[in-house]
């Protein structure tokens, strides 16, 4: 007999446990001990129990989902029209049997509760408040094309797919180093300066990164002084998924807009890739959305290969 129950203090080490066990299957979950998911979920500054739904069967936890919101066009506080649906997990000896669907309904409940007009199934940047870091590698991708269970849980509770997110990395092997006229000509005006930790650009970004180490490049003027591209990572040490592997995760770049097309994005990520890779970084990873031809095709260019896909699964709530 499976009963359900919002989440209790002490459950933290068999959410890990669940955790553990699942992440020995899947490449692309980082095997957490207690004291990070703690960090990186529960210790979140807008976590609300009852959020978070569990399932108990003879006493022991076998399963939970975690639902939750993400942040408003100012990136201050949550926006609770959009909910995500950000984990679900099943012990493997409880699956098929209805508990993932129940989960998924109790997460709905409790969403639409709060304001939801809209769900989101499984992590997609920015509406990932919990588990970034953890599972789908340097952003949240929704979910992962090759976890079939987890889109057949999607179909059947009624979401559809609305866009795809392409996981990229780079490893030396693989890297290009681009060299053309633009990029010569850019080199001459503009400098990379690194900044380590840098503060957060807002409340989300705080929120998301804080316990991470990070990294900012920037190319600058040499003239005016002022960046003219950003590019900002996360070393994904100890959270680097794959076995023996160190990763590093570009979070997000951008360059301003009267030099784009000028070579600035492209010089900016062939220097921070160098750096990476002579620090003894085996990957740079990034997301990029599928409909984000521009950026695919310079990344593309760098040596950045596809190595994976996320679905983003969406629906109306239900009132
Ligand atoms: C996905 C998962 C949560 C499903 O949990 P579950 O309790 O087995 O799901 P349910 O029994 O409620 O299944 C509901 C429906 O989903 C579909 N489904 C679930 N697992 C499936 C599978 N392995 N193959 C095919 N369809 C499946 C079916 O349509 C099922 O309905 P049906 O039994 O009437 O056909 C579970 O497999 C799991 O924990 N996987 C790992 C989770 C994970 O990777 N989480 C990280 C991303 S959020």
Redesign the pocket.
């Known amino acids: 007999m499976i009963s359900f129950r919002t989440f209790k203090n002490g459950d933290p080490p068999c959410l890990a446990k669940l955790w553990q066990a699942?992440a020995a299957l899947?490449p692309w979950?980082r095997p957490v001990p207690t004291p990070v998911l703690e960090d990186l979920v529960i210790s979140k500054p807008y976590f609300d129990k009852l959020g978070l739904l569990v399932?108990v069967a003879g006493g022991q936890v076998v399963?939970f989902?975690h639902a939750g919101f993400g942040p408003d066009a100012a990136r201050s506080k949550l926006d609770t029209s959009i909910g995500v649906?950000?984990?679900?997990?099943?012990?493997?000896a409880?699956?098929?049997?209805?508990?993932?669907?129940?989960?998924?309904a109790r997460c709905e409940q409790y969403l639409a509760a709060k304001g939801a007009r809209e769900i989101y199934?499984?992590?997609v940047s920015p509406y990932a408040p919990f588990?970034f870091g953890m599972?789908?590698g340097s952003d949240a991708p929704g979910?992962?094309a090759s976890?079939?269970?987890?889109q057949?849980?999607?179909?059947?509770?009624g979401y559809q797919v609305v866009r795809q997110v392409c996981l990229l990395t780079c490893g030396p092997e693989s890297f290009k180093s681009v060299v053309d006229r633009k990029l010569l000509a850019m080199r001459r005006t503009a400098e990379v300066r690194v900044t380590e930790d840098p503060a957060a650009a807002d409340w989300w970004e705080a929120c998301l990164l804080s316990d991470f180490h990070r990294l900012r490049y920037d190319l600058v003027a040499k003239d005016a002084g002022q960046a003219v591209a950003t590019a900002l990572f996360w070393t994904m040490d100890p959270l680097s998924w794959r076995a023996g592997k160190r990763a590093v995760g570009l979070f997000q770049f951008s360059v301003t807009g009267e030099r784009r097309r000028q070579g600035a994005a492209t010089l900016l990520l062939t220097e921070a890739v160098k750096r990476w890779h002579a620090e003894g970084c085996d990957l740079v990873e990034t997301q990029v959305p599928e409909e984000n031809a521009p950026t695919l095709k310079l990344l593309s260019r760098m040596g950045f290969v596809e190595d994976e896909r996320g679905l983003v699964y969406w629906k109306k709530a239900s009132s």
Do not use: F, T
């Not at 649906?85 to 493997?92: E, K, Y």
């Not at 976890?147 to 987890?150: C, F, G, K, Q, S």
């Open positions: 699942e899947q979950m399932a399963g989902a649906i950000c984990m679900v997990l099943v012990d493997a409880h699956r098929q049997q209805g508990v993932g669907r129940e989960l998924v199934l499984g992590g588990y599972y789908g979910v992962l976890n079939v269970a987890m057949a849980l999607g179909k059947k509770c």
